[in-house]
Nanobody, 127 residues
Framework: QVQLVESGGGSVQVGDSLRLSCTGSGYSARDNHMTWFRQAPGKGREGVASIYPAGGGESTYYAESLKGRFIISRDNARNVVYLEMNDLKPEDTAMYYC??????????????????WGQGTQVTVSS
Protein backbone atom coordinates (compact mmCIF):
# COMPACT_ATOMS: atom_id res chain seq x y z
CA GLN A 1 0.00 0.00 0.00
CA VAL A 2 1.38 3.37 -1.02
CA GLN A 3 1.32 6.16 1.52
CA LEU A 4 2.65 9.68 1.20
CA VAL A 5 2.81 11.87 4.28
CA GLU A 6 3.64 15.56 4.11
CA SER A 7 4.98 17.58 7.00
CA GLY A 8 6.76 20.83 7.72
CA GLY A 9 4.04 23.35 6.98
CA GLY A 10 3.18 26.21 9.30
CA SER A 11 2.51 29.90 9.70
CA VAL A 12 5.42 32.18 8.83
CA GLN A 13 6.17 35.79 7.99
CA VAL A 14 6.98 37.28 4.61
CA GLY A 15 10.58 36.53 3.70
CA ASP A 16 10.86 33.44 5.89
CA SER A 17 11.79 29.98 4.71
CA LEU A 18 10.23 26.57 5.22
CA ARG A 19 11.20 23.06 4.26
CA LEU A 20 8.42 20.60 3.54
CA SER A 21 8.93 16.85 3.66
CA CYS A 22 7.11 14.06 1.88
CA THR A 23 7.78 10.64 3.36
CA GLY A 24 6.79 7.68 1.24
CA SER A 25 6.07 4.09 2.09
CA GLY A 26 5.29 1.33 -0.36
CA TYR A 27 6.82 3.50 -3.05
CA SER A 28 10.37 4.36 -4.02
CA ALA A 29 10.99 8.09 -4.32
CA ARG A 30 14.34 7.35 -5.94
CA ASP A 31 12.86 5.41 -8.84
CA ASN A 32 9.84 7.53 -9.61
CA HIS A 33 8.61 11.00 -10.37
CA MET A 34 7.74 12.83 -7.19
CA THR A 35 5.93 16.12 -7.44
CA TRP A 36 4.77 18.90 -5.16
CA PHE A 37 1.49 20.64 -5.89
CA ARG A 38 -0.25 23.41 -4.03
CA GLN A 39 -3.79 24.67 -3.81
CA ALA A 40 -4.67 28.13 -2.62
CA PRO A 41 -8.16 28.93 -1.34
CA GLY A 42 -10.60 29.20 -4.23
CA LYS A 43 -8.05 28.07 -6.81
CA GLY A 44 -7.14 24.89 -8.63
CA ARG A 45 -4.20 22.70 -7.79
CA GLU A 46 -0.93 24.02 -9.22
CA GLY A 47 2.25 22.09 -9.99
CA VAL A 48 5.13 23.47 -7.95
CA ALA A 49 8.14 21.22 -8.57
CA SER A 50 8.96 17.71 -9.64
CA ILE A 51 11.99 15.46 -9.32
CA TYR A 52 12.63 12.29 -11.29
CA PRO A 53 15.43 9.84 -12.10
CA ALA A 54 17.42 10.69 -15.21
CA GLY A 55 20.75 9.50 -16.60
CA GLY A 56 21.86 7.82 -13.41
CA GLY A 57 21.06 10.91 -11.41
CA GLU A 58 18.01 13.11 -11.23
CA SER A 59 16.36 16.01 -12.97
CA THR A 60 13.84 18.58 -11.85
CA TYR A 61 11.00 20.70 -13.13
CA TYR A 62 9.74 23.90 -11.56
CA ALA A 63 6.83 26.21 -12.08
CA GLU A 64 8.36 29.12 -13.94
CA SER A 65 7.23 31.68 -11.36
CA LEU A 66 8.90 29.76 -8.51
CA LYS A 67 12.32 29.12 -10.01
CA GLY A 68 15.05 30.47 -7.81
CA ARG A 69 12.95 30.49 -4.64
CA PHE A 70 11.84 26.86 -4.35
CA ILE A 71 14.14 23.85 -4.44
CA ILE A 72 13.07 20.22 -4.66
CA SER A 73 15.44 17.49 -3.48
CA ARG A 74 15.40 13.89 -2.42
CA ASP A 75 16.96 11.70 0.27
CA ASN A 76 16.97 8.25 -1.25
CA ALA A 77 18.08 6.51 1.92
CA ARG A 78 15.09 7.88 3.81
CA ASN A 79 12.67 7.82 0.88
CA VAL A 80 11.85 11.45 1.49
CA VAL A 81 11.31 14.29 -0.96
CA TYR A 82 11.81 17.84 0.25
CA LEU A 83 10.58 21.19 -0.90
CA GLU A 84 12.68 24.08 0.34
CA MET A 85 10.78 27.35 0.07
CA ASN A 86 12.65 30.62 0.46
CA ASP A 87 11.65 34.27 0.58
CA LEU A 88 8.05 33.30 1.13
CA LYS A 89 5.29 35.65 0.01
CA PRO A 90 1.61 35.87 0.92
CA GLU A 91 0.72 34.38 -2.47
CA ASP A 92 2.55 31.21 -1.44
CA THR A 93 -0.20 30.56 1.11
CA ALA A 94 -1.74 27.23 0.17
CA MET A 95 -2.14 23.60 1.06
CA TYR A 96 0.89 21.76 -0.28
CA TYR A 97 0.55 18.21 -1.52
CA CYS A 98 2.99 15.51 -2.49
CA UNK A 99 2.07 13.31 -5.45
CA UNK A 100 3.45 10.19 -7.11
CA UNK A 101 2.50 7.59 -9.67
CA UNK A 102 2.52 9.90 -12.67
CA UNK A 103 1.32 8.34 -15.89
CA UNK A 104 4.34 7.70 -18.10
CA UNK A 105 4.91 10.53 -20.56
CA UNK A 106 2.30 12.82 -19.04
CA UNK A 107 3.07 16.46 -18.27
CA UNK A 108 4.54 16.77 -14.81
CA UNK A 109 2.19 19.49 -13.63
CA UNK A 110 -1.20 17.95 -14.38
CA UNK A 111 -2.78 16.74 -11.18
CA UNK A 112 -5.06 14.17 -12.75
CA UNK A 113 -2.04 12.31 -14.13
CA UNK A 114 -1.03 11.24 -10.62
CA UNK A 115 -2.31 8.24 -8.73
CA UNK A 116 -1.00 8.73 -5.21
CA TRP A 117 -1.46 11.77 -3.01
CA GLY A 118 -0.66 12.78 0.51
CA GLN A 119 -3.10 14.55 2.82
CA GLY A 120 -1.36 17.91 2.46
CA THR A 121 0.36 20.34 4.76
CA GLN A 122 -0.78 23.94 5.19
CA VAL A 123 1.55 26.86 4.59
CA THR A 124 0.37 30.32 5.62
CA VAL A 125 2.47 33.40 4.93
CA SER A 126 1.55 36.63 6.69
CA SER A 127 2.75 40.14 5.94
Amino acid sequence: QVQLVESGGGSVQVGDSLRLSCTGSGYSARDNHMTWFRQAPGKGREGVASIYPAGGGESTYYAESLKGRFIISRDNARNVVYLEMNDLKPEDTAMYYCAAGRRFGAPWNREHEYTYWGQGTQVTVSS
